[in-house]
């Protein structure tokens, strides 16, 4: 009988970790964005979900701004992680 840690199969979907906290509540503060992932929402369009950290705590973040989104995909891939504030400029959210 085969075990199956024998097949040296490791898990391909690289899950964020830690607890989850609004967008809404992070606004003004000061955090470093470790990766990201776009996908569908559940509701209409696109959502993008942050891994963050704050004080050295990991935290999960959400939002479907499309300001947001639009601007992450302007990252290169080695500008991971980066430090930013997210403010609300004219009803939407800004990477400043």
């Given at each position: 009988?085969?075990?199956?840690k ?6 391909k ?5 830690g607890?989850?906290?609004k967008?809404s ?6 955090i ?5 992932k ?5 509701y ?7 891994q963050?950290?704050?004080?050295d705590?990991l935290m999960?973040?959400?939002t479907?701004?499309e300001?947001?989104?639009?601007m992450?995909?302007?990252i290169p891939?080695?500008g ?7 403010k ?7 990477f400043?």
């Amino acid at each position: 009988m085969n075990n199956f840690k024998d097949f040296g199969i490791k898990a391909k979907s690289e899950t964020f970790v830690g607890d989850k906290k609004k967008m809404s509540k992070l606004l003004n503060t000061e955090i470093i964005v470790l990766k990201h992932k776009i996908g569908p929402s559940k509701y209409e369009g696109l959502r993008l979900d942050l891994q963050i950290k704050i004080n050295d705590v990991l935290m999960i973040t959400w939002t479907s701004s499309e300001y947001l989104i639009q601007m992450i995909k302007d990252i290169p891939d080695d500008g991971f992680p980066f430090k930013t504030v997210i403010k609300e400029i004219n009803e939407h959210y800004e990477f400043t």
